[in-house]
DNA sequence: AGGCTGTACTG
DNA sequence: CAGTAC
DNA sequence: GCCT
DNA sequence: GGTTG
DNA sequence: CAACC
């Protein structure tokens, strides 16, 4: 008599063990000696139902995770232990066949789904960083990397009163001088120019040099002076030199009718430089003619950009933001109790007033990004379910079916007929989208009437304006609760305090994103090891900037 | 000469 | 892939 | 555009 | 006791 | 949820 075949050893079936034939095997799984468990326990075997593995992978996860009849704790354990190895149930069935055990690896199959990204389990420590120990919690600059200590001090010192004017410049700011106003005005003319002709980089550097300008409290006399400031090289210097002379730069003040137009279509959302510039050169007026003459440019994007146009471009009061994040609130309880939703952005900086809705939604605990975005689709269709939600700017396959009328509706407007075809994927990792508030909750009735783009009449048909509620644009972007850190520090900005932290990342031979700080392993083709993404803090004081609560990161330049 | 923040979504 | 947005 |  | 990770 | 302020 021999021990029968699985004496001794555990078994895990995935995702559940309720369907007939897993039954049929789970019977004879305890007929050869093996016991069934539904929990990791030592050498425990797992194993997930063949019709949830192709190649070795795992597919239809929607399904699969529909299924799952364990706790989400246990998944979580799963995902997140790289040591795990998991097996095709064939291989249990073929087992028993031969009545042997076979060699597993023809079996092998991966838990996560197309995953191209970066898996990270949540619990791991810091990989050791000795080569750059010293930036730890000291909050001083270590010296050995920085051969340009001056010159940064010098600009974070800059930096330190430009943002503190920004602040108190939300009012009146008659106690700060503008001793170089004529060379500031240009600069900005020119800046803006360059964006507007998509010409990133170029503008971007008259960006650099305004501010190293705004944030230089001497009047400028010459061109030798402004050389020598940062980011002002010969091309500004030699036209800082004309201004100088002759009081203004030639050929900028001419109001131009182009740039003025290149404005109005790119304060559109989904209209960028490239589309705008295209319509500018081809004698495009206004939106109007471009639809008729450029109907491929009008995604259904470009649509609600245009339906709510005016809407968009006014600012959003403070305290109206926290009303949105209210009423959010409410519904993610009734989703799930243990999510929490988070205001960001320039709403965390402090901001009086926001240009959009900035949120963060994750779960405790929750690493795995399948079960929010369950989590986010419901709370989605909870808030469309209200008429919260006037329009999306993004969807995965299910919402897709869900705002598939209220998207062919506008299409149709538009004179389309081709009707929506939702996009493949599954698994939503944030939304966007038009949100208004029930008309009895209105705040204060904007009083600072701001100067704001307006449709031209002939492109006014498309659009929905209402005086009392604006329809306001707002994100929700997930988080895994390992990331929460490096996706705070993403959403909170401003802009400049991103870039700032990135560049120091790359200099050290690290990647910033709103993933984690991971050492970056570019060429060689391993995946890049997670340093830190949980810990907001640590983040920056690996890359040496001393903690700063959001209200100051609203910086202009590099730190 | 090549970088300039790094990632997700649309079509 | 380009374009757009965050 | 500027910087390395 | 509310905020942060 | 747990640790923190």
């Known amino acids: 008599m021999k021990c029968p075949l699985f004496t001794g050893l555990s078994f895990l079936i995935l995702p559940s063990i309720e369907p007939p034939r897993v039954q049929f095997i789970v019977k004879l799984i305890e007929a050869n000696g093996g016991s069934m468990v539904d929990s990791l326990i030592n050498d425990t075997v797992i194993l997930i139902n063949d019709t949830f593995v192709e190649s070795h992978t795992l597919r239809k996860s929607e399904l699969f995770h529909s299924e799952w009849s364990y706790d989400e704790e246990l998944w979580y354990k799963l995902v997140s232990n790289e040591q795990l ?26 838990l996560m789904e197309e995953d191209n990204g970066n898996s990270n389990s949540p619990h791991v420590d810091a990989i050791s960083i000795e080569t750059q120990s010293s930036a730890e919690d000291t909050e001083v600059e270590d010296q050995t990397l920085d051969f340009d200590v001056q010159t940064e001090l010098l600009k974070s010192d800059a930096n330190v009163m430009a943002s503190q004017s920004v602040i108190e410049d939300t009012s009146e700011s008659k106690s700060t001088v503008k001793p170089n106003l004529a060379l500031t005005r240009a600069l900005e003319q020119l800046f803006k120019k360059y964006r507007l002709q998509g010409d990133t980089y170029r503008a971007r550097g008259y960006q650099l040099a305004l501010q190293s300008i705004e944030s230089h409290d001497k009047a400028i006399t010459s061109e030798q002076e402004a050389l020598s400031l940062p980011n002002i090289g010969p091309s500004i210097a030699s036209k800082i030199q004309t201004i100088l002379k002759l009081g203004s730069l030639p050929g900028l003040n001419e109001a131009d009718k182009n740039e003025e137009l290149l404005d109005y279509f790119m304060a559109c959302h989904g209209v960028g430089a490239q589309t705008a510039r295209k319509w500018v050169s081809n004698g495009i007026t206004s939106l109007t003619e471009a639809l008729k003459a450029y109907p491929s440019d009008f995604t259904w994007n470009v649509l609600f ?19 949105h994040l209210a009423l959010m609130e ?34 405790p605990g929750c690493d795995d990004i399948w079960t929010l975005s369950q989590i986010l689709e419901k709370l989605v269709l909870r808030l469309k379910g209200m008429n919260y939600i006037r329009c999306p700017l993004n969807l995965n396959h299910a919402l897709g079916q869900e705002f598939k009328p209220m998207i062919e509706t506008l299409t149709h407007a538009a004179g389309f007929h081709e009707s929506y075809v939702s996009g493949p994927k599954e698994v939503l990792k944030k ?63 401003n802009d400049d305090f991103n870039k700032s932290l990135r560049i120091r990342a790359t200099k050290r031979g690290w990647k910033l994103s709103n993933n984690g700080l991971y050492q ?22 690996l890359l040496g900037v001393v903690w700063c609560p959001p209200e100051e990161r609203n910086i202009k330049g590099y730190i």
């Open 85 to 110: 190895e998991f097996f095709k149930l064939s291989w249990l069935s073929e087992c028993l066949k031969h009545q042997k055990l076979l060699d597993k690896a023809d079996f092998r199959a991966r």
């Open 305 to 323: 950009g245009w339906r709510f146009y005016e809407d968009w471009s006014v600012k959003i009061p403070r305290e109206e933001c926290a009303d």
């Open 330 to 363: 409410k519904a993610l309880r009734d989703v799930d109790s243990s999510a929490r939703i988070v205001l960001t952005g320039s709403y965390r900086r402090g901001a009086a007033t926001c240009g959009d809705i900035d949120t963060v939604l994750y779960k």
């Open 431 to 493: 939304f966007y989208f038009g949100g208004k508030l029930p008309s009895n909750t209105t705040h204060g009735l904007s009083k600072t009437e701001q100067q704001v783009p307006r449709l031209k009449f002939e492109d006014s048909l498309m659009s929905e304006s209402d005086q009392n509620t604006h329809c306001r644009r707002v994100d929700i972007l997930l988080s895994r609760w390992s990331q929460l850190g490096a996706v705070m520090i993403y959403f909170t900005g």
């Open 520 to 541: 970056s392993n570019a060429n060689t083709e391993k995946k890049d090891l997670l340093i830190e993404s949980f810990d907001e803090r640590r983040i920056m004081s």
